[in-house]
Nanobody
Framework: VQLQASGGGLVQAGGSLRLSCEGSGVTFSTTSVGWYRQAPGKRRELVAHIDRHGTTNYDASVEGRFAISRDSAKNTVYLQMNSLRPEDTAVYYC?????????WGQGTLVTVSS
């Protein structure tokens, strides 16, 4: 199983980015996938999650601004991030759980300038 995260970059506060997590060796429609982030000096935290049924949940800090979705045909999970804030600055990782194993993507850096 391999995960490839992409889509990070530098954006001004109030802007938008869309992150992608493309998987190989696993079928996304049968697994749960989460987007996590880790800011400098802080622990990694879950920001959004989608399970195999398509049920989504979000951390309170991103509720209403971020949206996680899945394209099963492309085996890709997206994180649409709107109304970005400087405190959203972090390295974003996707994680997949399959058969009790956790698989992480390599991370993509999101920097939000004020």
């Amino acid at each position: 199983v391999q995960l490839q995260a992409s889509g990070g970059g530098l954006v001004q506060a109030g802007g938008s980015l869309r992150l992608s997590c493309e998987g190989s060796g696993v079928t996304f429609s049968t697994t749960s996938v989460g987007w996590y982030r880790q800011a400098p000096g802080k622990r990694r935290e879950l920001v959004a999650h989608i399970d195999r049924h398509g049920t989504t949940n979000y951390d309170a800090s991103v509720e209403g601004r971020f949206a996680i979705s899945r394209d099963s045909a492309k085996n890709t999970v997206y994180l649409q991030m709107n109304s970005l804030r400087p405190e959203d600055t972090a390295v974003y990782y996707c994680k997949l759980i399959s058969l009790g194993n956790n698989y992480w993507g390599q991370g993509t850096l999101v920097t939000v300038s004020s």
